[in-house]
């Protein structure tokens, strides 16, 4: 308890000091509502990403295919809501493409964990397939061209917002950010407070005790891969949504940027430990460090140096809080 | 103890009230032996007597608490393997530590290859190596890796490994242990051959027999004190047991209640059979009967209970209260009332990382499930309730198991099989590692789950508890039982003998 809360407190310190200090050095540009709003859609997909990333990474596995996913379920859905007639209500078509997009992204991951649980893969290798397979896939159905949208009904789901004008200095909740808090706080509970949870950390920590203990370790594992794959879909509407068409090219890289969130928000490799929340404020924190970058015009690549420098910086701090804190 | 009849002149080796102690166990607590040159010294003893640790104090694996170390007749400072090393000692363990995809010559020559300067000089290595393999008479070919040769092909080359980096003291732990006949003869002529050249020999062997041939002297370990040396051809072997087994058993164990004989039976488990790990067995218990299953360190009784629990697959036919289970797989085996108490906690009976509560439920965490969430108070509820039960020291249930002693994780696991209305328990190595007060606490748990009307198994090396703690118990040697004793013959030396496999 005690140790959590040292933990818990130290990490919000963190957190007050980064904004504090970005704060100083936007101008107080950054530390506006309006900002923050837009520092939380940027990091939707990325976030929703990394959520599902999570439990992969808690039961020590990796999943490198979900960025290829992001792009082979929006083509997919694309393709899907443009065959469907006009005539269909909007809504229901949403709802009907997460469904379709759903379905391939889990379909995807039970592929992925088929081989680690039946012949012992190592994870790294069989998503490292299914990145390539889906990436391709994603080119082959929509001939290396993105696949426009002919029906509007996704521009809410996209780009709309919710109380809209309430605020005055707010421009409302952008929909995709519902989203992302809807899926981060599902998939907080089905990790912190249900029985598949605890599984999954028992079997990062230890696979054989849990195996021992009737955890049915090869279920499990399954359901992870299945789960990242179905968090790559809803990314993958999100971003189809936004950009009003499903692009073979979208998502590229995704996958590191997830496991880096992941990473920062403090979920060990090893297995065994992590959380939602955590991977929510490492998501959150490096869209802040974009975020500022950006304000203070800083060019792209010289973002991604500093971003690795963070990452690895993260990650120390990380370790060794653990050490002290032992 | 006793010192030998004929003392040679100088003294290579000699180790003087070596205390070493861990955490909760003294493992060693005075130990005193010495060698010669060009002698071989058996040291025996039980499981647990203490050669492991006395072994890799000399390794430079631990270092002693107290007592010294002579090498010829100089104190020696040994502070880490390669300090043994340069003192000339030679380790060569039960599982051989080479490289599996290098050849005999990489093996040897490991971390000591002969350079020019940045690069290899496979001339000088290959001549190096080749040398100390003619010198004991390999025909090993240069490019098999160590992954295809047969195990006595892999001793060789850890023998000519500690040979190339000049030792003169070559300590072997139970040398024999996966060889055939005709390789074990090979091995004593090497010994003797390298003996002639001044080489001397620590033996470490269960294999009682087989010291006639080999020891010129035995050393008896038990509990961590040497208690007597002689030459092993004043060294009967009903003298040797003897000295082994030492005390007398029952003195603390509870008392056994015995097993009414009508009690009705609880497990039954018939055409057990895995070639070649075990052959064909049939047993049963009882309500409120313990069995043992008594013999040496992998003579395959983990692998019975594994069998049992769906921890491996089997086709033996297991039944509870006169019905057959399905035990394909372990979630199976607890589904329908039986527990698996690994020998080994922190690799398969906890999860390290994670607190008292979440260990205590997880065999059971259906139980907890309250719709779709975890009922959390509940699982608090039951766990310091067990927590109390068993008088496991934590500071709360939120501790993490990691940070618990050995005999408090074991309550731990314990306490996970408690939890739920098992009928069987079986138990491997249940008092490993622990303290005796813990060891106490855990006899009183086992009679109390008797008392109750369980069925209990129990794996254990240590012979006063097997012989304290059972009711019957079979011998199990090289995968099958051997023997059967019930407690009214329980005679350690008989079942020292059966389990070695010593015909006396």
Redesign the interface.
Known sequence: ?KRTFIKLSLALCALIAVIVLVNAFTYGAFFTPGNIVNVLRQITSNAILAVGQTFVIITAGIDLSVGSLVSLTGVVMALFANAMPASINGSVLVVLTLLLGATVGGLAGWINAFPVVRLGLPPFITTLAMMLVARGAAYELSHGRPVPLNSDAFMSTGTGFLFRGMLPQLPGLPIPVLWLAVVVIVFA?VLG???FG??V??IG??E?????????VGLIKTSVYVLSGICAAIAGLLLMARFASGSPQTGTGYELQAIAAVVVGGTSLVG??GSILGTFVGAFLIGILNNVMNLHNIESYAQEIVLGGVILLAVILDQTLKRVLK | MNVSASEPSATLLEMRDIVKTFPGVRALDGVTLSVHPGEVLALVGENGAGKSTLMKILAGAHRADSGSILIDGAVANITDPRSAERYGIGMIYQEFHLVPTLGAIENMLLGIEPCDGFFLNHAKARSLAEHTLTQLGSTIPFDLPAARMTVAQQQLVEIAKVLVRRARLIVMDEPTAALSEHEIDHLFALIAKLQADGVAFVYISHRLEELDRIADRITVLRDGRTVETRAASAFPRDEMIAAMVGRSIDTHFPALPPVDEHAPIVLEVLNLQQPPLFRSMHFTVRAGEILGLAGLVGAGRTQILRAIAGADPSDALVQIDGMPIPHATPGQAIDHGLAFLTEDRKAQGLVLGMSVRENTTLAHLKLFDRGLLLDTAKEEQETRRLVAALHTRTPNTAQLVRNLSGGNQQKVVLAKWLLGQARVFLFDEPTRGIDIGAKMEIYALLLALAEKGAAIVMVSSELPEILGMTHRLFVVREGTFVAEFARADYRADAIIAAATGATS
Not at chain 1, 208 to 216: P, S, T
Request: proline fraction near 0%; glycine fraction near 14%.
């Open positions: 308890m509970i407070k249900t029985r605890r599984y950390y028992a920590g230890n054989e005790a849990a195996r021992l203990a009737g955890v049915r065994g430990r």
